[in-house]
């Protein structure tokens, strides 16, 4: 729902032109039917629309949408909530008040999660999981596994763990969620002694073939039964 | 104590549970070999050594099997359920490489089981390699389901890993076995 919008003006040039530019920072926005199942309504005044029985209905809504007015003149907003948008629209206002909208609502206790093109702190630092994620929620994929099992045992970066072999949309699912859960451990990279040699995405990391955490013979034939699985139960 | 699997298995993976729950379904999912119980299996290909009590070397449980491109056989075992066998827990479960404990995560007692099958492992050090695979939620259930589960198993091991998985899905299954071979010993944590 995070990006789902809502407009009674769809035909209008400014509420075209307004959802071109959304779109420019990720597909996945895209209108709504209903008004209640949009985060976010964009209403051309512009137009011939009733303009009062849209503020009634705004004012019984639970969940109150974001709400951008375009205008042809600055004039008064009809609910001080709403937000005014001299046509034609300036595509920077309009990011600044997304990122601006999203991150309030983040920062309320009660907001489900926000979306992954929202804030992606793990991409920065170094990612070490304390505890496992649920990985049925992501699909029986044998290549995350690997993953989790390698940022428990010793901190990446996002880069290195993209080299792993891991989608990058799968990857950002899962560490959003541990994020949220509290299971991920961000930390500052100069903090790291290491930092130096494995902070960049071109840094050298070891692939999987070669990732032996082994110290005892018990584990180096775990780790042996652990690569011949990965070779007899993952299909991609 | 060792006990002899066929002569050819030379690792093993055990499935720990409930009755019920989902252990023998989970091994038929994934052997290569059709699963049989050991009341089943002729004598020559599984011997107990004399370390089991004659009256439990009756008590059956599952046997199946993964084989490998370079010759390497793993056992999987399915333990019988009921405490009276426990003479069995005792052989099997010190041995093996990796435990999946299955229980129902769909009943009032769901916690009071998994404090009794926790109980069971760690007494016989089987608690290093082991995941928990809660049967019957959707698989994507909220952390607040799985919460006291993680909550409870981190007092036997800080890492060991709650997750959702289905007996009947052979990828189920194996996220199951390869998380609890996967997790770092908690000494490596910081
Ligand atoms: N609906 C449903 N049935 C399950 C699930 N897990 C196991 N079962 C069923 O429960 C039964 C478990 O039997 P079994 O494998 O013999 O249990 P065991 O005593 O642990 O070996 C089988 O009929 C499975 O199909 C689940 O997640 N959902
Ligand atoms: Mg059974």
């Not at chain 1, 639970?62 to 937000?83: C, D, I, M, S």
């Not at chain 1, 505890?131 to 428990?152: E, F, H, K, M, Q």
């Not at chain 2, 370390?51 to 390497?72: A, L």
């Not at chain 2, 009794?116 to 698989?139: K, N, S």
Request: glycine share 6%.
């Amino acid at each position: 729902m995070d990006d789902k919008v809502w407009t009674p003006t769809r035909q209008s040039n400014a509420t075209r032109a307004f959802m071109s530019v959304l779109r420019l920072r990720s597909l996945a926005w895209g209108w709504v039917d209903a008004p209640a199942l949009a985060r976010w309504w964009v209403i051309d005044s512009t137009c011939d629309i009733d303009v009062q029985m849209l503020a009634l209905h705004y004012d019984q809504m639970l969940n109150k949408p974001e709400v951008a007015f375009l205008v042809a003149q600055p004039g008064l907003l009809p609910r001080p909530a709403w937000t005014l948008f001299k046509i034609p629209v300036k595509s920077s206002l309009i990011f600044d008040w997304i990122g601006r909208r999203q991150f309030d609502k983040r920062s309320s206790p009660d907001y489900p999660a926000a979306s992954v093109t929202s804030g992606t702190p793990w991409r920065q630092g170094l990612l070490r999981l304390k505890r496992w994620p649920n990985p049925a929620r992501y699909g029986n994929t044998l290549d995350l596994i690997v993953a989790c099992s390698r940022l428990l045992g010793a901190p990446a970066t996002y880069a290195q763990v993209l080299t792993w072999g891991v989608a990058a949309p799968l990857l950002d699912r899962m560490l959003q969620d541990a994020f949220r859960e509290g299971l991920l451990d961000i930390s500052n990279l100069s903090r790291m002694p290491f930092s130096r040699n494995q902070s960049g995405a071109s840094a050298p990391v070891t692939t999987w073939p070669g990732f032996n955490p082994a110290q005892t013979p018990a584990d180096t034939s775990r780790w042996n039964l652990i690569k011949q699985l990965l070779g007899k139960f993952s299909f991609k | 104590m060792n006990i002899v699997l066929g002569h050819r298995a030379t690792q093993q993976v055990a499935f720990a549970g409930p009755f019920g729950v989902g252990k023998t379904t989970a091994l038929r999912a994934v052997s290569d070999i059709p699963v049989s119980n050991t009341e089943e299996l002729s004598s020559e290909l599984f011997k107990l050594k004399n370390n089991v009590d004659k009256t439990t070397t009756t008590v059956g449980f599952d046997y199946g099997e993964w084989s490998f491109p370079d010759g390497m056989r793993v056992g999987l075992i399915g333990l019988p359920s009921q405490e009276r066998f426990s003479a069995m827990w005792d052989v099997l479960l010190p041995q093996s490489a990796a435990v999946v404990l299955w229980l129902y995560g769909n009943t009032a007692d769901a916690l009071t089981d998994c404090r009794f099958w926790l109980d069971v492992l760690i007494r016989r050090g089987a608690v290093a390699r082991l995941a928990v695979a809660l049967t019957r939620l959707p698989f994507d259930a909220s952390e607040q389901e799985l919460a006291p589960f993680r909550h409870l198993t981190s007092r036997y091991h800080p890492l060991a890993p709650v997750l959702t998985a289905d007996p009947r899905e052979p990828a189920s299954v194996m996220q199951a076995v390869m998380m609890a071979l996967s997790t770092p010993s908690a000494a490596s944590q910081v």
